[in-house]
């Protein structure tokens, strides 16, 4: 009873202090601080991650997932926790290896890439072929038959070397190739192979793909340069199997005032097969869920819903972002705002905003108080958001990226190093705090964000 | 003709420009520039990592690295290159795996430990002990029966870690342990298993040990400090058998007026079955022929012998040094200095002498020249030479320790992230020139280290 009356008192001081676009300070500081003690994320993750591990979806440790989701969001004491179904192409890895087998034999540290097939039975031999890039398998295009091509690219961000990844196998095929190997995409690597997703263009004969460390593809491409003939031998039981259907799950702080009006945060629940998905995205999952609790832990109850959505299915093909929208396509313009979380747990940098300049502007503005979560790198800037809300996003939803330090992501990217160790909790709870005041400052004032109050500018 | 006239002028100048103590400090620098221009290790080094590989003592590898060290020392132009016989017990590894299978299923990334013994066939599955010492391990012992025990113990230095990993099987085993494990030896890892030689001690029961990587010896013990029971599945085909014969190999430039007095250069031949020994000690090996050799590329031939030694079976046992002291029992008095390489091939950072200190200081005064190839870093100071070198040190011959920065070298140690691609030709090349100018200022002086010159001190 007392603490109903605490509640109340304090949804009337907070309805009271806050204006058309700011809320209350001292409130704000302290659903901050109070976020910056909890240790509820760093825990579920460690449940996540140490007693679930991976999850790719339609996977077992996907069931897992969401039931683990489920409970959380439960616990978490949102108003409403419920999933949504989504179809989703099952691709199950199998054993795999592949070894030199000449001019020196060794074996291969690899990965299969995501929905490649398998090799069938008794894999493949082939000779070798060293490529930089497109341009470069399409000079030697007349090389390439019944070759492996290797994919070897020099680290220049993310996108250089996944592009090779993602889209590198179909011409490859078509120019012969039996096969295909990339190095993984990484800039720092400890005999670490990275996988992640490829897809095979319509048409082109379906060969099998996989990863190699950055220090096995660049013996391999010293040997070739040699001039030695290098045979690979490559086995892949991969599989692409019937669809299934997964869950998006979704939890609520029902809005006191416009209940109607949303604000989603976002992350992803599944994770590939290598590691536990810790950075990738378990520490989103588990971020977006503890700052929307934490909302309900200081007994604030925001004017706008706040919807915490884990999405399914990401790494195979955004399937879980893909549903929301078919599902949701009614009440887009009930969305406010959808944040997603899905670029590591590392320290906090601020956020990215896909809008307008007047909202990126009264964005950054609303969340000027967060900066002391990142002291000389906050920032709150143009950008990008995220896989699963691009869809919702590209249709006029103001799209919100959550920013952290980059400088380790891609040395765990889908690989096996991407474990619970590699989470700072004080970082998490930096990540939390920003999520939580970002959630707050949107989901309180009576304006939207970007939007005239009706009495003027303040 | 014409170089043989070029030779012997240049021979002439030198002795005659050096004092007791002291070298022409011209031809010293230009020796220096020499090597650093050279990429001739770096060539070498890439062909003993990339085209042989790894090289435990007894494997087919270090067959054709004992070719590789022969072909190379004769490449160099010593005037005598030979083999002196090393009796080697034999370990291999065969398949291994570990998985854990409760209280959640999944595969460990492990490697078996040198020299363990298997876990014959159908492996052993028993819950798993997490203790952090030989201190935890005591107190506890009346828990270890049938356990297999986990030393998971916090990177302070290799030491810390390393102990548990070569002497913590027999104690457990003495308390009723049927397998250990060890937490890899490293501060930085990503999914990166390490391993090492491991030793059993007599009458204890020989249980197999393997290790794990940081992530999969953290999740385990936190699962275990969650409250649950840890089971692990472990198979090893490990076998000890009987010894072979290996051979350290080893070249001399011989003495123009001392060739009985011998500096010695020394480095390890073989490495683990991880990654290909880039740094241990691929690395050691190319760079003190390259030292040696640089000295005759420059026409240059030293008043006393210099000696190229390439050790085997230091991984596991030390065995090639032994063998150097047994078989050179006769000359130690005749060895003036030996100095080791097997601190990996990273910048250089001076040398550290085992000797008395009017020994220390005159080396550090001789190598002050060679400051310049490690700025604001350099220093000849007390310290440990090397393992295979620390027979004959303890016999009373001067023990040199090449130093390099150390910072990254237990990244990679014994593990398959010491490959080829992790050195840095430029810091190689410097490495070369601060062993070339060290091999000089020692073989050429007439004066040995510490000696008090015939006509008093400069």
Redesign the interface.
């Known amino acids: 009873m007392f603490k109903c009356l605490l509640t109340f008192a304090c949804t009337l001081l907070c309805a009271t202090a806050a204006s058309s676009q700011t809320v209350d300070p001292a409130t704000l500081d302290n659903l901050v601080d109070a976020a910056l003690a909890d240790s509820w994320a760093y825990e579920r993750l ?1 449940e996540l ?6 999850r790719l979806a339609g996977s077992p440790g996907m069931v897992k997932a969401k039931e683990w989701s489920v409970r959380s969001m439960k616990e978490a004491g949102f108003d409403s926790v419920w999933m949504e179904e989504v179809t989703v192409p099952v691709w199950t890895r199998g054993r795999e290896w592949a070894r030199v087998t000449a ?2 034999e ?1 074996e291969l ?1 690899m990965i299969g890439l995501g929905h490649s097939d398998g090799t069938g039975r008794g894999g493949i031999e082939a000779p070798v072929m060293v490529v930089g890039g497109f341009e470069e398998l399409s000079i030697r295009s007349e090389e390439v038959p019944g070759k492996i091509v290797l994919f070897d690219m020099p680290w220049e961000g993310y996108g250089s070397v996944a592009t090779y990844r993602v889209r590198g196998t179909s011409p490859a095929a078509e120019f012969g190739a039996v096969a295909t190997l990339v190095r993984s995409a990484t800039d ?5 192979p990275h996988t992640g997703m490829m897809r095979y263009a319509a048409g082109a004969p379906r060969i099998p793909a996989a990863a190699l ?3 096995d593809a ?2 391999i491409r ?2 070739v340069a ?1 001039g ?1 003939e290098v045979r690979v031998r490559l086995s892949m039981e991969a599989e692409n199997r019937d669809s299934t259907i997964c869950h998006n799950v979704i939890g609520e702080i029902r809005g006191r005032e416009l209940p109607d009006e949303i604000v989603l945060l976002g992350a992803h629940l599944d994770a590939w097969d ?3 998905g810790a950075h990738d995205d378990g520490g989103g999952c588990a971020m977006v869920m503890a700052a929307a609790r934490q909302i309900l832990q200081q007994n604030l109850r925001p004017r706008r819903t706040v919807r915490v959505v884990h999405f399914t299915a990401e790494e195979n093909g955004v399937f879980g972002g893909k549903a929301y929208l078919e599902t949701h396509r009614d009440e887009l313009d009930r969305h406010i705002l959808a944040m997603e979380s899905d670029s590591g747990s590392f320290a906090p940098r601020g956020f990215s905003v896909d809008a307008n300049d007047v909202v990126i502007a009264d964005i950054a503005a609303r969340c000027a108080p967060l900066a002391r979560l990142a002291p000389e790198h906050w920032s709150v800037r143009r950008g990008g958001s995220g896989a699963d809300i691009g869809f919702i996003v590209r249709e006029g939803v103001v799209g919100v990226g959550h920013r952290v330090d980059g400088t380790h992501y891609f ?2 990217h889908h ?3 991407d ?3 590699k989470i700072d909790p004080t970082a998490l709870a930096r990540n939390v705090a920003a999520i939580a005041g970002l959630a707050w400052v949107v989901a309180e004032p009576t304006a939207r964000p970007g939007e005239t109050p009706a009495g003027g500018p303040e």
């Not at 991650?49 to 991976?54: K, L, M």
């Not at 720092?188 to 670490?192: K, M």
Request: aromatic residues 6%.
């Open positions: 460690a991650c140490d007693e679930i591990g991976p001019p020196v060794f540290e720092r690597s400890l005999g670490t460390t950055v220090e660049g013996r010293r040997l040699k030695h290598a590691g536990t040395d765990v690989s096996g190093a474990t619970f160790d």
